[in-house]
């Protein structure tokens, strides 16, 4: 998703932009921009491309590009494809935009302008706000916002300078995230902390409909009304070396081998006389028990783990919970109200789909729980209740540590609930609360032990085609397996119920489509083998993820990763891991962009 940086201050803000717009890498772009006040006007650079073609550019071409007040940007596409011209800043010499979201109503706007005499130059909604507020501008930037902000529908966070002013940056945010940070005698904005984490800690979160204005290095925000507001400034406690590599090749990584911490951090303060506690977010065992239905509704791995979610809180607190794709609960008008509970699943809260499902759940009646990284998101902002997930910033676009951590979450949701329902004793609750504090431990074990998935990366390089197969809640780990082979080694995968393999799809078994069996359940082990042995009987390759206390004969599998045991419940919490390295080994021996897939952004903010 598009990522907006400004700064205000003393420095050359140039090299501030372009190193800030680096930090935002990770949300996927395919262009990227910097205006900035230079010699008594507006001077922009932009480029389709990467920030190093960015830089380029600037070198050849501009520069003479050199001041202390400037915006910047990059862009992944929606209105218009990658090209020079469609890249932001938008605007003239008077008025230079950037912006994140999508305009719904632009090309109601653009035939307005259009009558009145603008022509356009790119494909974007985004040139239409720009030439809106040249539309409006009467020498008051304030009056003028305020007039476009009435007009425009949509998601947006914008950051906008105007030549009269030389030293301040406007911008503005709806639904789309937008930070204002504060440093000594400078001011930024930015899509995300990691930005302006190398200049200050300190930062704001501007809220919906606010106006912030960074002038001369100070910032000053305003509701829509233009009263000055008296925010809580908030400090970051994210170091530069948690957003960065850590000595790993990828974040991705990285970020598979922070998992025992992110799960220790997560669970540990949740847990009071050794069963789960979640009354700090307002959730407790009571109000808990008392929802009718549960629905957890999510998009991509953070859906996934709603899908382990389902199982464990029915097979434990035996209440109905329904999974869905939030792109589609949103316009499948669901029977949903008071007394249900909706769980917003999400790493980055920021997720469009997700978030409106969450507010149609809200308009609806129902209680809603956002279980989110990103603290300050929108999607937590939003809801009722929330679980904050403290994996630390995910930066591959591959999510891997944020799934672990919300899985972790829905095992500590279901034991209360279990435990609140009168389903189980307190014995059983506090005994399964501590196998899931054994499992950082377990899991380190595994994370150590990579080499097998390394090998079997190489027995699946060259393959095209491949399918994971599971019953139970090896199902749901087989679509996460499946989802992230694909997004990053670019190798088409079907995760398949592996009852369902016969009814059809077995037909597609040859020798070059191996299949990833996951039979970690002891009371369906057996019933997998069964599907195992078919494929192996057709020829085709298996390769079995299994506890490693299983018998496995050559009839069944041609590869073995073993796990260590824990409860048959609990086994999601390790069985993931070897998924993400068979992932991640495959995707590095292809030479693909492990941390940047293509057509991918880590935040998707449209819908
Ligand atoms: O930020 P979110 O958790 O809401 O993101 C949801 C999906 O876009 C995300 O999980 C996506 O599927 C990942 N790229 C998968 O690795």
Same mark, same amino acid.
């Given at each position: ?55 380029? &550019? ?15 940007? %990059? ?26 979201? =999508? ?41 003028? =916002? ?79 009304? !233009? ?107 669901? =029977? ?8 917003? $699943? ?21 209680? %809603?729980?956002?279980? +989110? ?23 591959? +676009? ?43 431990? &377990? ?37 996460? !397996? ?8 670019? =190798? ?17 078994? %040859? ?17 997998? $083998? ?31 990763? !073993? ?30 962009? +492990? ?13």
């Amino acid at each position: 998703m598009c990522g907006i940086v400004g700064y205000v201050g003393k420095r050359d803000c140039t090299q501030i932009l372009l190193d800030s717009l680096s930090k935002l890498e990770y949300r996927g772009y395919d262009s990227a921009g910097i205006a900035v006040f230079s010699g008594g006007g507006i001077k922009t650079c932009k480029t389709m491309g990467r920030i190093a073609d960015l830089k380029e &550019k600037i070198n050849s071409e501009c520069s003479d590009l050199c001041g202390s007040c400037g915006i910047g940007h %990059t862009r992944w596409a929606t209105h218009g494809e990658p090209s020079d011209v469609n890249s932001h800043p938008h605007g003239n010499a008077e008025i230079s935009i950037v912006h994140n979201g =999508i305009i719904e109503n632009y090309q109601k706007i653009k035939d307005f302008l259009i009558k009145r005499g603008y022509v356009f130059e790119s494909q974007t909604d985004t040139e239409t706000v720009a030439k809106l507020l040249d539309h409006y501008y009467d020498g008051d930037p304030m009056e003028t =916002i305020r007039k476009v902000l009435g007009e425009i529908e949509g998601s947006y966070a914008l950051g906008i300078i105007f030549k009269d002013f030389p030293d301040r940056i406007y911008a503005v945010r709806k639904d789309s995230p937008l930070i204002v940070g504060v440093g000594e005698d400078e001011a930024f904005i930015a899509s995300d902390v990691p930005a302006i984490l190398k200049y200050t800690r300190d930062y704001y979160l501007l809220e919906q409909d606010e106006i912030a204005v960074l002038d001369n290095g100070k910032a000053q925000i305003y509701d829509k009304h !233009g009263a000055l507001l008296e925010k809580e400034l908030k400090t970051a406690d994210w170091d530069m070396e948690a957003a960065e590599k850590g000595g790993y090749e990828h974040f991705m990584l990285k970020e598979i081998n922070e998992q025992p911490d992110a799960i220790r951090q997560t669970i540990s303060p949740r847990i009071s006389d050794g069963i789960p506690c979640f009354e700090e977010c307002g959730l407790t065992a009571e109000k808990l028990a008392a929802y009718r239905n549960i629905f957890v509704v999510a998009c991509g791995t953070a859906m996934h783990a709603g899908l382990v979610g389902k199982y464990v809180i029915e097979k434990l607190a035996r209440i109905p919970v329904t999974v869905d794709v939030a792109s589609e609960f949103r316009y499948r008008d669901p =029977i949903i109200g008071e007394g249900d509970l909706v769980i917003i $699943v999400s790493q980055s809260g920021e997720t469009a789909d997700s978030l409106e499902a969450l507010k149609l759940s809200k308009r609806r009646g129902a209680q %809603t729980l956002a279980i +989110v990284n990103v603290v300050g998101s929108s999607i937590a902002r939003e809801a009722d209740m929330v679980i904050y997930t403290h994996a630390g910033p995910e930066i591959s +676009v591959a999510s891997t540590k944020a799934y672990s951590v919300q899985i972790a979450v829905f095992y500590m949701l279901a034991f209360l609930l279990a435990y609140s329902r009168k389903q189980i004793s307190l014995e059983e609750c506090k005994r399964l609360t501590a196998v899931l504090e054994s499992v950082p431990e &377990k899991l380190g074990e595994i994370l150590k032990s990579e080499k097998t998935c390394q090998f079997v990366a190489s027995q699946l390089v060259n393959s095209e085609n491949l399918l994971y197969i599971g019953r139970g809640l090896d199902y749901a780990l087989s679509m996460e !397996g499946s989802l992230k082979l694909k997004e990053i080694s670019y =190798i088409h995968s079907e995760s398949y119920a592996a009852g369902e393999l016969k009814h059809g799809t077995i037909s597609l078994v %040859t020798e070059s489509m191996p299949v990833i069996a996951v039979a970690t359940q002891h009371d369906l082990f057996e019933k997998t $083998v069964s599907n195992a042995k078919e494929v192996k009987a057709r020829g085709g390759k298996v390769i079995i993820v299994t506890q490693e206390d299983t018998e496995v004969g050559d009839d069944v599998a041609d590869h073995k990763i !073993g796990l260590p045991s824990i409860d048959d419940l609990l086994m999601p919490m390790l069985t993931v891991a070897p998924l993400q390295l068979i992932a991640y080994y495959t995707s590095v021996l292809r030479g693909n962009d +492990v941390d940047k897939p293509r057509n991918l952004a880590k935040s998707v903010t449209v819908e």
